[in-house]
């Protein structure tokens, strides 16, 4: 039962274009959503956030939007830099616990 | 202040040996997840502890896995009698909250059952 969804294993853009990574859910009871950013042979680290009661939030290049209607967020990146080549995970929440739920991640190349 | 420190970072056991894997929280974290990344899957959820409490282990198998959280010390994932299916990454994070926002990763624990 996967309760987090990103169905595109992969991305590849252009430096300097924008990045639009994707995750959809079938739990409506989320209270917030995460990306997280990974590189090989390290751990996850957190990027940007947005609880379910937001439509967007903000944080230097990184945006990320949420569509309740849908069960759909998406996380923007412009301008996309080499140094952005990672996997990202989304993942949620709920309140009531502590324990995250991650997609299966998607690999995200930048190329110069 | 050292993040959360996992050891050892790679391990090798043949099948129906023991594993220990060891997570030392970030200071300060009273609150330890341990996750667990098979190829081409996401992070799946195992346990959270506190100190010397289990306090969610619904998605630990339920056999041969257990976990502790002392204490003085680590926190322990023990894993008996590996066989070639535990071989994943198995991460822990620490929280300085229960809740899910606030946690920091450590690099993982590679296991590989042979």
């Known amino acids: 039962d996967q309760q987090v969804k990103q169905n595109s294993p992969s991305l590849s853009v252009q430096e300097g274009r924008i990045s639009i990574l994707n995750c959809d859910y079938t739990?409506?009871?989320?209270?917030?959503f995460l990306w997280y950013k990974k590189y090989p042979a390290e751990g996850p680290t957190f990027l940007i956030s947005?609880?379910?009661?937001?439509d967007k939030n903000e944080d230097g290049r990184f945006t990320v939007f949420l569509n309740k209607s849908a069960k759909h967020l998406s996380l923007h990146i412009v301008p996309s830099q080499p140094g952005d080549s990672a996997v990202y995970f989304c993942?949620?929440?709920?309140?009531?616990?502590?324990?995250?739920?991650f997609g299966k991640g998607i690999t995200l190349s930048v190329r110069p | 202040n050292a993040g959360v420190m996992q050891n050892p970072r790679h391990l090798v056991r043949r099948r129906g040996q023991e594993a220990r894997l060891r997570c030392s929280p970030m200071?300060?974290?009273?609150?330890v997840y341990w996750y667990r990344q098979l190829p081409e899957e996401g992070l799946k959820f195992m346990v959270y502890?506190?100190?010397?409490?289990?306090?969610?282990e619904s998605g630990m198998p339920k056999e041969r896995f257990s976990a502790e959280f002392p204490k003085e010390g680590p926190s322990i994932l023990r894993i008996q009698q590996v066989v070639r299916g535990d071989s994943a990454a198995y991460f822990c994070?620490?929280?300085?909250f229960g809740t899910g926002y606030g946690y920091t990763f450590g690099s993982g624990t590679r296991l590989t059952v042979v």
């Open positions: 994070a620490s929280s300085p």
């Open positions: 739990n409506s009871m989320f209270d917030y």
């Open positions: 947005i609880s379910s009661i937001k």
């Open positions: 993942a949620a929440f709920k309140n009531a616990n502590s324990k995250l739920t």
């Open positions: 200071k300060g974290h009273s609150h």
């Open positions: 502890l506190q100190k010397e409490n289990i306090i969610d």
